[in-house]
């Protein structure tokens, strides 16, 4: 039994066994006593997982020793999968594009359960007390919310609009202080928040004409602006949780009117919040730039010409860095923003097929999966030395379980 | 309208046509690009995602014409960009094929 909970790697079990019987003593392992060795004991702090979206399989890092820990497989679809933690960080949830709803033990790098909640999902989130686990899904349109600790149904929330006789695919799901979940729906052009406090009786609050097209979504770290990207139009929706009955407004409707757009390979992510001071910075929609917003007064900040349409910009946790990644063609490099001087400090090219961003919590390092290489690199954001580089198949998201600890994350 | 007749009907006889197929290089290529970037999304298996489904059974009916002109010049009013800058006629005519047919 104590062997299901011990964080050892068989090889890390077979060593001290080998060490021991060097000594001559004739041990046998047994299983119980695997808990007791000093390496069964150990945070999740460090911790972290990389989908191989190809492959169906996850890879367990540590961040402390840049290192792969092991394989976790059998997880369906991870084509756009991502991951949320659970507030002990102990339990990764992980949303696959075949609708599946997986829970992962990082200690014992197995799968603890394993759902089929829709035909075709995007995402999810943990609710503010880490009882709730809540999923969109484009097929059928909607949220589904799930218990956390044993992932039993809850609640359904189809996303109907237009009298109710259409489904809209959900995008943008975070949650929100109060129990709450906020979503975004593509088809209809809605924002919707759904109050959990009786988690089988959600109670929603819906706003209309927030704009066309809403792609992907984010809240401020204070948990207190949502914030939707169109791609439908120009600009972003934006959504204060503080004064629900000052509605939706929009930020930037007339930032780049009239320029032509080129076509868009790749949609663009909001995912955290790059902010640096009072400058927020976000892809820009079929441009080769990333928009600076001025986070007191929502007005345009400033532009910044890069070498691609950006997919995720990402601040350093110090905000005195952001990181940009590109849509296909030009989804080899890497852009770093300098957000004193509003200019690029840093072009990388770590390969095709670069996915995504992670930065280590204080942000010392940052975790880079480039796909087609078939290799997650790890760069130290001061000097941008090459530090580690670790084999995984086609990798994509990167998740560490400091995301347990943020709001919308 | 002959405008409008005169392009779909080129691309027609294009497709049909025994058009030479791409290299065995060049199609690992194409079918990296199918899963990977087009499955950004249309979904890794192609089961559909933000774009529509693009398994055999969802095109069953689709003219082949139709389905090259869509990866050619995009559909305006929706996310679908044009492939063009990055894929010859015949190239598309053999992703076509591959699509209808089903990917492995």
């Known amino acids: 039994m104590k062997m299901s909970v011990c964080a050892c790697s068989l090889r890390e079990i077979i060593g001290m066994r080998g060490l021991l019987l060097t000594l001559g003593l004739a041990t046998i392992l047994l299983p119980g006593m695997a808990a007791d060795l000093p390496c069964a004991l150990r945070g999740t702090g460090d911790l972290g997982l990389v989908v191989e979206r190809a492959s169906g399989s996850l890879r367990e890092i540590e961040t402390s020793g840049n290192r792969e820990l092991g394989r976790i497989e059998g997880l369906g679809d991870l084509s756009h999968a991502s991951i949320v933690y659970s507030r002990d960080a102990r339990y990764g949830y992980v949303f696959g594009r075949d609708g599946g709803l997986t829970q992962v033990d990082l200690l014992t790098r197995r799968i603890v359960k394993r759902i089929i909640q829709s035909g075709n999902s995007i995402g999810g989130a943990i609710s503010q007390d880490g009882r709730l686990v809540a999923v969109s899904n484009y097929e059928p349109g909607g949220v589904r919310v799930f218990d956390a600790a044993t992932l039993e149904p809850l609640a359904d929330i189809p996303a109907t609009y237009a009298d109710g006789s259409k489904r809209s695919k959900v995008v943008g799901l975070v949650d929100a202080p109060g129990n709450r979940f906020v979503f975004s729906l593509w088809d209809a052009g809605e924002i ?38 169109l791609f439908g139009e120009d600009g972003l929706a934006l959504l204060d949780l503080w004064h629900l009955e000052a509605g939706v407004r929009r930020v930037l409707p007339d930032y780049g009117k009239g320029e032509q757009r080129l076509p868009v390979y790749k949609m663009p992510h909001l995912e955290g919040w790059a902010v640096a001071g009072t400058r927020a910075f976000v892809p820009a929609v079929g441009l080769h730039e990333v928009r600076v917003i001025d986070t007191q007064t929502w007005q345009p900040a400033g532009r910044i010409p890069v070498q691609g349409q950006p997919v995720f910009v990402m601040a350093r946790p110090d905000g005195r860095q952001v990181w940009v990644n590109f849509a296909f063609p030009d989804n080899d490099r890497i852009q770093v923003i300098d957000t004193e001087t509003l200019r690029i400090a840093k072009t990388l090219t770590p390969g095709k097929g670069v996915l995504h961003m992670e930065f280590e919590p204080r942000g010392e390092e940052v975790w880079v999966s480039v796909r087609d290489a078939d290799r997650v690199q790890v760069y130290a954001t001061d000097s941008f030395e090459l530090r580690a580089e670790l084999p995984a198949t086609k990798p994509s998201g990167i998740f560490l379980t400091a995301r347990a600890h943020k709001i919308g994350l | ?92 005519a053999w992703l076509v094929r591959q699509l209808q047919e089903g990917v492995q």
């Not at chain 1, 959600?202 to 939707?228: C, E, M, N, S, V």
């Not at chain 2, 002109?69 to 009013?77: E, K, Y």
Request: hydrophobic share 40%; with cysteine; proline share 11%.
């Open chain 2, 1 to 92: 309208m002959c405008r409008h007749v005169w392009p779909t009907l080129g691309l027609a006889l294009l497709v049909t046509s025994a058009v030479a197929a791409p290299s065995a290089a060049r199609q690992a290529e194409l079918l990296n690009l199918l899963r990977q970037d087009c499955g950004a999304c249309h979904g890794l298996t192609l089961k559909g995602g933000l774009g529509p489904a693009l398994l055999p059974s969802a095109l069953d009916g689709k003219p082949a014409a139709f389905l090259a002109a869509t990866i050619l010049h995009g559909r305006p009013g929706t996310p679908m960009p044009p492939w063009r800058p990055f894929l010859s006629d015949s190239e598309v």
């Open chain 1, 192 to 229: 919707w928040i759904a109050d959990l406090a009786d988690p089988r009786h959600p109670q929603l609050t819906k706003f209309k004409d927030i704009g066309r097209q809403p792609y992907d979504a984010l809240i401020t770290p204070d948990g207190r602006h949502y914030l939707a990207g």
